[in-house]
């Protein structure tokens, strides 16, 4: 038997994240643009070590687009086995909550944080999952189907 402390070493190391989805009172998609990678995505990002994945998910939406959004449903969790190449292979868990519809309002209330988000739009469901990165479209399209349904879903996405 190990100590715990080598034994706790010893396990595997997973990226832990979360996304969250919103609409607009036109059924329409948030998506936003990340300065750092190609592609658009929904606010969400990396889970601190030690913070639950609704507490990260709440965090990251008031750090990318500044609104406070305490209560999120969940959605989905989704493990994803991502093969850039051999060196860089790696997995992840990754949480997507509801974080509701958005009125007039609180969309006004939007605020970029300048270094990550370079910008932000509503479309249509069907646009928005065209312009997405895929493992964000995987997310995003399981989680429209996990409200249609009214039921939380388990899915696989695999990149290469």
Not at 7 to 23: D, E, M, N, T
Not at 124 to 137: C, F, H, N, V, W
Request: proline fraction near 5%; aromatic fraction near 10%.
């Amino acid at each position: 038997m190990l100590p715990y402390a080598e034994y706790l070493a010893s396990l595997p190391k997973r990226h832990v994240g979360c996304a969250a989805i919103f609409l607009n009172e036109k059924d329409e998609l948030l998506i936003v643009k990340q300065s750092y990678r190609e592609g658009w995505s929904v606010p969400g990002g990396v889970i601190d070590a030690l913070e639950s994945p609704h507490d990260g998910c709440v965090r990251e939406i008031k750090e990318e687009i500044g609104l406070e959004i305490p209560q999120l449903t969940f959605l989905i969790v989704q493990y994803e086995r991502n093969f850039p190449n051999k060196a860089e292979a790696y997995d992840s868990v990754e949480f997507t909550f509801f974080g509701g519809v958005l009125g007039a309002a609180q969309i006004a209330r939007i605020v970029l944080e300048e270094q990550e988000i370079e910008a932000y739009q509503f479309c249509s469901q069907d646009e928005a999952l065209k312009l997405l990165r895929p493992t964000i479209g995987s997310r995003v399209r399981a989680g429209l189907e996990a409200m249609r349904l009214g039921v939380p879903l388990y899915t696989e996405y695999e990149s290469h």
